[in-house]
């Protein structure tokens, strides 16, 4: 079975302090892995995925397969990242993304 | 293109009633998956449907069911409401290629008192 791991509930930082969300998976094959992210009073969308490779808002995710990770990283936080976010496993069969708990990220003035 | 609408917004039930809720995916996207979404569980599945039929099924109970309409519209029922029941209703559609990642709707907030 597959599962994903958010360990932080919330994580707190200060403006321009690195941030990394982090997100464990367990799965047997080759994973589709992306982050979502639900701003307040927004609906949840698509951050990133990792086949894209790309930054987006100043985030970036790199696939570890030894690991089994995704965390998410941005240098230096701004205020307006203050959501929710989720990691999400997709794989081939149902491709019915698994999502984690979910992270609160807070950045302070 | 319109987004994924989903209505109500909000919606107050008492135990023991029954709920429907409506979700319009976007125009071409023939998946339509369901999560709830509270607090301490995070996003969990509830079922998927694709071409009027359910595709995936999540862990919840009988009282959970939904369905699609040649459309693509879905609705969800909830029977028998329970207090535990209180949560965020999301849904969320997909266009035909399985790899792409989900378009959510804003969500029904259903309380149960």
């Known amino acids: 079975a597959q599962r994903v791991t958010q360990p932080e509930k919330l994580l707190s930082v200060f403006k321009g302090a690195p941030v990394e969300l982090k997100c464990n998976y367990s799965?047997?094959?080759?994973?589709?892995l992306f982050w979502y992210v639900q701003y307040s009073r927004q609906r949840l969308q698509l951050l990133l995925r990792h086949i894209s490779r790309e930054s987006i808002k100043g985030f970036t995710a790199d696939l570890n397969k030894g690991e089994t990770s995704f965390h998410l990283k941005k240098p230096f936080a701004q205020e307006e990242d203050s959501a929710m976010y989720y990691c999400a496993l997709q794989s081939g069969g149902s491709y019915i993304p698994t999502f984690g708990r979910g992270t609160s990220l807070i950045v302070h003035p | 293109k319109a987004g994924v609408t989903q209505t109500p917004r909000y919606l107050i039930k008492t135990r023991g009633q029954q709920v429907t809720l409506s979700c319009s995916p976007i125009s071409g996207h023939r998946s339509v998956s369901w999560y709830q979404q509270t607090p301490g569980q995070g996003l969990q599945f509830l079922f998927e449907?694709?071409?009027?039929?359910?595709?995936n099924k999540g862990n919840f109970p009988g009282r959970f069911s939904g369905r699609q309409f040649s459309n693509s519209r879905s609705e969800m029922n909830v029977s028998t409401l329970e207090l535990g029941d209180s949560a965020l209703y999301l849904c969320a559609s997909r266009p035909p290629d399985h790899n792409s990642p989900l378009h959510f709707g804003n969500g029904t907030r259903l309380t149960v008192t």
């Open positions: 799965y047997s094959g080759s994973p589709e």
């Open positions: 449907y694709f071409s009027e039929t359910q595709r």
